[in-house]
Structures are given as C-alpha cells and as structure tokens.
C-alpha cells in the first residue's frame, strides 16, 4: 500500500509528519490488528484496519487526494513479502479541518483482510 500512497504525493510518513514535511502529504498507521484463532489455533487469518490520513493546505486538495487514496487502494490485492495475501476495502472516510492551522484533514480507513498458509 505504502508504494502506491508514494505516487500519490512527495510526503508519506507512518503516524505524524515531520514539521519540515510539505503539503500535500499522506500518513498511514496500523489501528488494530486481530488475527483468527479457533480451538485449534491459528487460522491464518486476520483482520486490521489502516487509516489513511491526507493533509493539504486546501478543501479541493485534500478531497482530491482522498479520492485517489480511495480509488487507488480499494480492492487492492497482493501478496506481501512474508507470504500473506492481503485485500484492502474502504471501511470509513472522514473530512476535518485543523481551523487553527487552516489546513485540511481527510482520513480514509480501510479494512484489510490477510490469509496466511499455516502450516500444522
């Protein structure tokens, strides 16, 4: 996900921007993580979900670029290097405004269903 919110904007950055970062920029973070278990243990299945935050000194801007993220990233699917097949879904999106700072804040979050072989 991480390389294609990189071709979206200059700026991607896990949790906060740095102070010197420019806008437009994106930053990602994990909010939960919950893998499968039954009686016999692990399924090889879990469910997280990401949020995708998109900061722009504009409203057009910001809403510009929450739908790239939405439209670029929804239905995503692949397979990450540790072997799990991830598929990426919208599950929320949100429009803010930081009044104080005059920048604009949209915040797409996804849900991301993995399936990795277990092998018993």
Excluded at 8 to 20: C, F, N, S, T
Excluded at 62 to 91: M, N, P
Excluded at 95 to 119: A, R, T, W
Aim: glycine share 4%; charged share 30%.
């Amino acid at each position: 996900m991480v390389v294609i919110l990189d071709k979206i904007v200059a700026d991607v950055a896990p949790q906060m921007l740095d102070e010197e970062s420019n806008l437009p920029a994106i930053t990602y973070e994990v909010i939960d993580s919950i893998p499968d278990k039954t009686m016999d243990g692990p399924t090889g299945k879990k469910e997280s979900r990401i949020e995708v935050d998109v900061w722009a000194l504009s409203y057009a801007d910001a809403r510009q670029l929450s739908a790239k993220v939405s439209e670029d990233v929804d239905g995503l699917t692949g397979v990450c290097s540790e072997g799990a097949k991830h598929t990426f879904y919208i599950e929320d999106i949100n429009q803010l405004k930081d009044p104080d700072e005059g920048i604009y804040h949209h915040m797409v979050e996804f849900k991301v269903n993995s399936f990795k072989s277990i092998n018993n």
